[in-house]
């Protein structure tokens, strides 16, 4: 049976995290538990009751010669319903454990399954590819799905379900900014919902509606604060006239014109005042909405933020 104390074993923090879990609960678990294996020296596994409403399973296998004749595969053995898989002779093997599942999860004809292997990237991109084709992504949906979350919907798009295919491709992107001056004293702000694109274009399109404001407010010189490096990179590549991108493009030739400009990179943790105004951007308009007054979320953010933003020389 299980023993009354939780190992300390269990409890350490080089354990298993969900061992770990089990221990602060380990009272709670042991209440429930219909039958345990134990130590694995006084199991009988033909007469022992596993499962409370099917009896031992000596009364669903029949006779057997000998205990050889099933081994420990028992312990493998698939309830559906109230049905315990055996095959015609009585014999629970390996195979008929992997019949069932295999059937719903995974076909080893799966032509996608193969190609997705070969790919030449690290293995925990595999997985994630994996995961997110077999829809088992820990989205909301799937935790409302598996009884561990309280709302299926996704907290920007609020009324849409969030689904791997939603957070992968179909969810909706918005951006957000704001301007400061010398002494990081807020100046205005903006918001505005893109539609649906990729993460990079989403990016690009923060950039040049900055600056597109900023050209309006008619400001001679600007320092774009950003903390996504790949779109720093491209903006300020010395090709950027020539990048296939027509974002790229129309951002290189507002940056030429007369003014100061400069793009450069911040860690996120500098940059949560604009990431607040683009998770709270009002995701069904693509209206640009300009910002007069700081909400008081951003008022708290600017008060935490000790990075003074430097005017350009």
């Known amino acids: ?21 089990l221990a602060k609960y380990w009272k709670d678990l042991q209440a429930r538990i ?6 694995d020296i006084s199991v009988r596994p033909l007469k022992d009751i596993g499962v409370p409403s099917l009896g031992s399973l000596s009364e669903h296998v029949g006779m057997l010669n000998s205990f050889s ?29 992997y019949i069932h599942p295999g059937n719903v999860a995974w076909n080893p004809k799966d032509t996608f399954w193969k190609a997705l292997w070969k ?41 849409v379900e969030e689904s791997s295919i939603h957070i992968l491709r179909d969810c909706i992107g918005s951006v957000g900014g ?50 996504c490096v790949e779109a720093v990179d491209i903006v300020n590549n010395p090709n950027a006239s020539r990048n296939p991108l027509s974002l790229v493009r129309l951002i290189d030739a507002i940056r030429c014109g007369a003014w100061a400009t400069e793009v450069v990179w911040t860690p996120q943790e500098c940059n949560k005042p604009a990431n607040y105004l683009v998770r709270t951007a009002t995701p069904h308009s693509l209206e640009l909405i300009y910002l007069f007054l700081p909400p008081a979320e951003v008022i708290s953010l600017l008060e935490q933020d000790s990075v003074i933003v430097p005017l350009l020389q």
Request: proline share 3%.
């Open 1 to 21: 049976m299980m023993v009354d104390q939780c190992p300390n074993l269990i409890s350490r923090t080089n354990f298993n995290p969900i061992w770990r879990a």
């Open 34 to 39: 219909a039958w345990s294996v134990g130590n």
């Open 69 to 97: 004749r099933i081994t420990l595969l028992w312990i493998s053995l698939i309830i559906v319903g109230n049905v315990i898989m055996v095959n015609s002779l009585g014999l629970l093997l390996m195979k008929c454990t």
């Open 119 to 159: 790919i030449q990237v690290p293995q925990r991109l595999r997985v994630f590819l994996w995961v997110a084709y077999k829809n088992h992504l820990m989205t909301n949906l799937e935790r409302c799905h598996r009884s561990i979350g309280s709302s299926p919907f996704y907290g920007f798009c609020s009324s």
């Open 178 to 227: 704001l301007f400061r001056n010398n002494t990081s004293d807020w100046i205005s702000g903006f918001q505005k919902s893109i539609g649906i694109t990729s993460t990079i274009q989403a990016e690009l399109w923060a950039i040049l509606i900055g600056l597109q404001c900023a050209q309006k407010k008619g400001f001679e010189m600007v320092q774009i604060h950003f903390d």
